[in-house]
Each structure stands twice: as C-alpha cells, then as structure tokens.
C-alpha cells in the first residue's frame, strides 16, 4: 500500500491551467479506472471533485476535469480561480476493496 | 442532507486504546459500506480501514492491521473504529467517510493525539 506520487506544490494566475499528477502502480492506478480527487481547504473536510477517472459530481465547475494513462491519472483544472487554492489528493482503488491515497499537491492561486 | 459526526478522538498515552465513534443521518445507512480515512500532521491522506453494508467483510491498511477494528451498527447508524496500541504515528484527525464507489461525503473528523 504505497502512497501514490504528486507533485508537492504547483501555482498559477487567475485564468491560467495547471496539471496535477497522480502516479501510481500496476496494481492500483494501472488496473482500474477508479481514481477519485478531493479538494482540501484548512480546517475543512475534504470534498470530492472527480470519480472514476473523469465525471465531476453535481456541483463541481466544468473546469475540473480528470484523464488518465497507464499509471497516471491527472487532475486539470482549467481557468484558475481564487477559490481553487487548496490541497488536491488523488486516491485509487487498489483491488480487494482497499484504498491508496496520494500524498497530496498543494494548489496556489498567485 | 447526508451527516457524518464523529467523536471520540482526545489524548491518549502510547500503547493506549480509543474507540471512535461516527453517527450517520441523512441516507439509509445499511446501503453503503463506510470507511475511515486519517490525516496525521503535516501529511497526507490515508485509507485506514472499510466495512462491508452487513458487516461481514472488513478491510485494513497495513500500517493499523490487527490493532485497528472497524465494526457498525446499522439499527442505530453508527460506525465505529476501536483502536489499541497506540503509537505517535497513530496521531491524526480521523474522518468517518460514506463509501459510494468514491467517498463522496466525509465527517469533519476527530483528533487523536497519541502522547505521554
């Protein structure tokens, strides 16, 4: 159960894209299109923002959206906004009905 | 509207036990298997353990194998998570999460502060 890769931190200005990474293993990542993203903020739980790989729960704006290929899964978020300075994970299934999260990319909005 | 409340979390000495608690509102709680997710200081998240809707299957992250266990009561929607032997590395705030596929709504969590 080893802790997915992100990049720790990434920036950007109001309006601009970023890509967060999430690389993974064969045996989670690789094998199934159950890759999640959650947004946290301080003191907040963390809320979901991407589900099997791609689809944005009700709720989430269209400039999130989720790709992967082979054993990395992306997070895009298009067209920064102030309020998308916050932390990202992505978690995957890892078969067997266990969960690996990944260590987390801290998002600045300059 | 979906809740999650979690309680239980405080100081507790190494080697110590702690039992949380989450009480569940809002959905038909015996329909989804529930997971509890940690988050120690200065890290990331981690998947701690999960339970099947009925209870029957449990599931545990390496790191809290055979000290953790997680167990439910679907007649008074609560879930739970019995934790002994604690160690530093146990300190974290613990989320109680609705497992739908994806944790799609979370508690906002408990510290536990493993310390003598």
């Known amino acids: 159960q080893s802790v997915l890769a992100q990049p720790r931190s990434l920036s950007g200005s109001p309006g601009q894209s970023v890509t967060i990474s999430c690389t993974g293993y064969t045996s989670d990542v690789g094998s199934y299109n159950f890759v999640s993203w959650y947004q946290s903020h301080p003191g907040k739980a963390p809320k979901l923002i991407m589900s099997d790989v791609s689809k944005r729960p009700s709720g989430v704006p269209a400039r999130f959206s989720g790709s992967k290929s082979g054993n990395t899964a992306s997070l895009i978020i298009s067209g920064l906004q102030a309020e998308d300075d916050a932390e990202y994970f992505c978690c995957s299934y890892a078969g067997n009905y266990t969960y690996v999260f990944g260590a987390g990319t801290t998002v600045t909005v300059l | 509207e979906v809740q999650l409340v979690e309680s239980g979390g405080g100081l507790v000495q190494p080697g110590g036990s702690l039992r949380l608690s989450c009480a569940a509102s809002g959905f038909i709680f015996s329909n989804n298997r529930m997971t509890w997710v940690r988050r120690a200081p200065g890290k990331g998240l981690e998947w701690v353990a999960n339970?099947?809707?009925?209870?029957?299957?449990?599931r545990y992250a390496d790191s809290v194998k055979g000290r953790f266990t997680i167990s439910r009561d679907n007649d008074r929607n609560l879930l739970y998570l019995q934790m002994n032997s604690l160690g530093a590395d146990d300190t974290a705030v613990y989320y109680c999460?609705?497992?739908?596929?994806?944790?799609?709504?979370w508690g906002q969590g408990t510290l536990v502060s493993v310390s003598s």
């Open positions: 999460v609705r497992d739908d596929g994806d944790f799609d709504h």
């Open positions: 339970i099947k809707q009925d209870g029957s299957e449990k």
